[in-house]
């Protein structure tokens, strides 16, 4: 079925209700509004105004494929010392359930992070038990990383004629014990010729 909805009307209807929560279609021919997702808006690349959008019918009583995003709540305290370093595997899970009980995220508790290497797995995440998780259990949603520092070292490139020459020694140590007294002159340019 093809319908016409005011712009201004769906995006105030999509931007809360996401592809996540239920929306009542009301059509001119319809005693009851329907029951719908939506599931995709496709826009203009130049303009991001909304060309099309596809909402899916839904019957309450049949389960449903969703994508439900992760809302990471409260602070890692392995992060919050500056010892790790939060990485994030995933922004969503796929699941399957009734359409009703979709919800708006699924909470992802950052507390338990409390050393580095430490993960929390698909596996480790509460839901209800009517929400099947269709995402493989193993995969990764956040991950703590070791704060590692790095070093750099720059190196200045040193101009020849830059170059000190000494022509005294200087009380420079060149084996234990023996201290050189005094030092030949050298030529900078005629050292140079030598290594070419």
């Given at each position: 079925?093809?319908?016409?909805?005011?712009?201004?009307?769906?995006?105030?209807?999509?931007?809360?209700?996401?592809?996540?929560?239920?929306?009542?279609?009301?059509?001119?021919?319809?005693?009851?509004?329907?029951?719908?997702?939506?599931?995709?808006?496709?826009?203009?690349?130049?303009?991001?105004?909304?060309?099309?959008?596809?909402?899916y019918e839904v019957?309450?009583?049949?389960?449903?494929?969703?994508?439900?995003?992760?809302?990471?709540?409260?602070?890692?305290?392995?992060?919050?010392?500056?010892?790790?370093?939060?990485?994030?595997?995933?922004?969503?899970?796929?699941?399957?359930?009734?359409?009703?009980?979709?919800?708006?995220?699924?909470?992802?508790?950052?507390?338990?992070?409390?050393?580095?290497?430490?993960?929390?797995?698909?596996?480790?995440?509460?839901?209800?038990?009517?929400?099947?998780?269709?995402?493989?259990?193993?995969?990764?949603?956040?991950?703590?990383?070791?704060?590692?520092?790095?070093?750099?070292?720059?190196?200045?490139?040193?101009?020849?004629?830059?170059?000190?020459?000494?022509?005294?020694?200087?009380?420079?140590?060149?084996?234990?014990?023996?201290?050189?007294?005094?030092?030949?002159?050298?030529?900078?340019e005629e050292q140079?010729?030598?290594?070419?």
């Amino acid at each position: 079925m093809s319908l016409q909805v005011p712009a201004r009307d769906l995006r105030a209807v999509l931007s809360s209700a996401g592809t996540n929560r239920l929306i009542n279609l009301w059509v001119d021919d319809g005693d009851k509004p329907r029951l719908t997702l939506a599931r995709e808006v496709q826009r203009d690349v130049t303009t991001q105004a909304m060309l099309h959008v596809d909402l899916y019918e839904v019957v309450m009583t049949e389960r449903i494929t969703g994508e439900v995003p992760l809302a990471l709540v409260g602070v890692a305290p392995v992060v919050s010392t500056k010892e790790g370093l939060l990485v994030r595997g995933l922004d969503s899970l796929q699941v399957h359930c009734l359409p009703d009980r979709l919800s708006d995220a699924i909470e992802v508790d950052l507390s338990i992070l409390e050393r580095t290497d430490q993960a929390i797995l698909v596996r480790d995440l509460i839901v209800d038990e009517d929400i099947e998780i269709l995402t493989d259990a193993d995969e990764v949603v956040v991950q703590v990383l070791p704060v590692r520092e790095e070093i750099l070292v720059v190196e200045e490139e040193v101009e020849p004629g830059e170059v000190e020459v000494i022509t005294e020694a200087r009380g420079i140590e060149q084996e234990p014990g023996r201290v050189v007294e005094k030092a030949e002159p050298v030529d900078a340019e005629e050292q140079q010729a030598e290594a070419d």
